[in-house]
């Protein structure tokens, strides 16, 4: 059986997704598609609107065979760490090929600059940091930096083709069996807020019409599979919210204010004295978006400081992060019959633990942060739904379909 | 002039308040009362029902002159450390007695109890690790020795008494010019939750009956001046609450479940491993009254671990509570025209600075905490009001009357 991978958020899964999954099989003609799935927080440092579960739900309803999690130490993370950790599950699947959506459609200009930046990197890094001093934000220094080594057909500006990159960079710098591939997105750009298409409307555009409750979900109806729509509708029925950052900034406020500014120092991603901007900020920000807006600065970008404070929120140290060198196992979060008969087929030769039951990771240090990830993000529910999704995180079941 | 000190926490003041506060006034003929007063959380490491601000108004009603903070470094610490602070204020605002109510009501067997511990400390405290370790709790082990040392006619198991003897020990053992009294309490212990006096009863009974409302602000009006009816009903409209530990229990456990052990073993009372047993708990407990029930054991009293868990709320650790040996600063809460009188009277002879500005202390370490403390008392108001709250601490200006 051949499997193809793909790396996912489905936040929530629409039917651009759909697309991207159906030509992922019809291009690769694998057997088996698997999904490496953020899980309570995503890699721009938000919440997830549902949980892990209802995610992995719809992902399985429209076609994926195996959803795997993606730890929360790779997952809130910039693209290189973040690529690098899903990247090597993939790799202890045996995955044959990875099939991403990029803005770029062509994976030969994904190849030639991840080969030219292995041979080039310090020359790069340098650029980057001139061009940071020059007070660029690291994207805009990034994509200056191509232009500089004549790469600036791939434009790395764009979220999708960076990810696209770092995947294809950690296959060639791991020197691994993998074959990369990438379809072009079609009709929506990653964070356009407008509906130009009538089927195809992207995740951050669906978020914002949804705003936190599923009151509007009707409104996103033309946009999401019927499955996506009935997994939303069931969560919202069952958990009453959505989530997103304005129902978690209590907490942050609480724990910003109150914690000392040496503790912050050593939260992940708090740097170049950013705690001191938090901790002046935060007392007088009534919303999260109002922190954001008075501490951000041109280096310190809007994604990068939702990152940091996720990281608050959740607790995450710098020493965690240096720790979690690559993923340590492989978390099944649901599958399919054929799902199933891929990890029969594959179990004697995995390349790191394949676990159902969290239990067994309690003393896992990548785990150990998974489960302060999960505790954060049931902080929001009143007792005693709090509890009772706080048990969810280990109780629950792989999702079969 | 001469001036009286008592040390209080009038949560909330009530009609023995009331008495005692008569009482100290006719007993020493001072001319100037002075409250050191417990701020956002108390001894018993409980929030305090209503804000600081809300009690002192309640103080001055009563006749109170002068109320001075005690710092939360003092007052949520058991007896000696929260009498030697309180002491410590009185006497470096040249009070020449102070007056506490008791149990016992005879200045004479605390006098002979202060001078005896103060003669036989290191034999007594061998006594005290004997009786612990022979599975007693604190109070039970103190009350045990004190049997031993033949001074069982003061009854230390009794919380008053035992703050009243540790008033006095921190006199002697300071040398202080300070003249102590005791005023015997009437009618009503301690804790009791049984009204059986007309018009006196505890405040732990109050608070019981009010269970975090003030819709039943009219059972307890036998037992309270109409002031303070007055200001209960007035805060209960402007902040739409009373603070107990239930409603901060969301906080406290999102806390917990986010730290890491060996984080919550810097806290200040988190001592014997009983940070395991509070992870332990944490997850399945939906209530704090469950919490404590669960995680509390002989030597680890309902008392101490309410107290560990406030200093876990507002993340007051050893470092600073050993630092803070002494307080650093007289904050003034509120006075009366006669308090004015007073303090113009002896300003130049202060042994601390006078401080009704709080922006001053920004680097002082024990009102930094004082600030942390007041981040945690607002984190339970939804937004624009937890801003304004969060203001108040440092924008009021000392309450007149």
Redesign the interface.
């Known amino acids: 059986m051949k499997a193809v991978g793909i790396i996912v958020e489905y936040n929530p899964f629409h039917n651009g997704h759909w697309y991207h999954l159906q030509e992922t099989k019809k291009q690769t003609g694998a057997d088996c598609v698997i999904a490496v799935m953020s899980g309570n927080f995503l890699q721009r440092g938000e919440p997830a609107l549902v949980s892990k579960w209802a995610r992995t739900k719809m992902a399985l309803a429209a076609g994926v065979d195996i959803v795997i999690e993606l730890p929360y130490a790779f997952a809130v993370q910039a693209a290189e760490r973040f690529a690098n950790g899903a990247v090597m599950l993939l790799y202890a699947l045996h995955c044959a090929e990875i099939c991403f959506g990029s803005e770029n459609g062509d994976i030969t200009a994904f190849l030639d600059a991840a080969k030219t930046f292995l041979k080039q990197k310090e020359e790069h890094d340098r650029y980057v940091q001139e061009a940071l001093q020059k007070g660029l934000s690291y994207p805009q220094a990034n994509a200056e930096a191509w232009k500089r080594f004549g790469l600036a057909s791939l434009d790395l500006a764009k979220p999708n083709n960076m990810l696209g990159f770092a995947y294809v960079k950690s296959i060639l710098q791991n020197q691994l069996p993998i074959v990369p591939r990438t379809i072009r997105r079609i009709a929506s750009n990653y964070h356009d807020e407008t509906f130009s298409h009538p089927s195809i409307a992207s995740a951050t555009s669906l978020r914002k019409t949804l705003q936190g409750s599923a009151g509007r979900l009707e409104m996103i109806a033309p946009y999401i599979p019927a499955a996506t729509k009935q997994v939303l509708r069931q969560y919202t029925e069952t958990y009453g919210t959505l989530h997103e950052w304005e129902v978690y900034?209590?907490?942050l406020?609480?724990?910003i204010?109150?914690?000392?500014e040496a503790?912050l120092r050593e939260i992940a991603g708090v740097e170049e004295g950013i705690e001191y901007r938090l901790k002046q900020a935060i007392?007088?920000?009534?919303?999260f978006s109002a922190l954001i807006d008075k501490v951000k600065t041109k280096r310190y970008t809007w994604t990068r400081l939702q990152r940091t404070c996720t990281h608050i929120?959740?607790?995450f140290t710098k020493e965690q992060q240096n720790q979690a060198e690559a993923p340590t196992y492989i978390r099944l979060l649901g599958m399919t019959e054929n799902g199933r008969r891929y990890l029969q087929h594959v179990k004697k030769h995995l390349l790191l633990p394949l676990v159902t039951k969290v239990a067994k990771l309690k003393n896992d240090p990548i785990y150990?942060q998974e489960k302060?990830a999960a505790?954060?993000y049931a902080?929001i529910f009143?007792?005693?739904l709090?509890?009772q999704v706080?048990?969810e995180e280990y109780a629950t079941a792989p999702i079969q379909l």
Do not use: G, I, V
């Not at 007392?283 to 919303?287: D, F, K, Q, R, V």
């Open positions: 900034f209590p907490f406020k609480y724990r204010m109150t914690a000392e503790e007392a007088t920000a009534s919303t929120l959740t607790n150990r302060k505790s954060a902080a009143s007792e005693p709090r509890t706080l048990k």
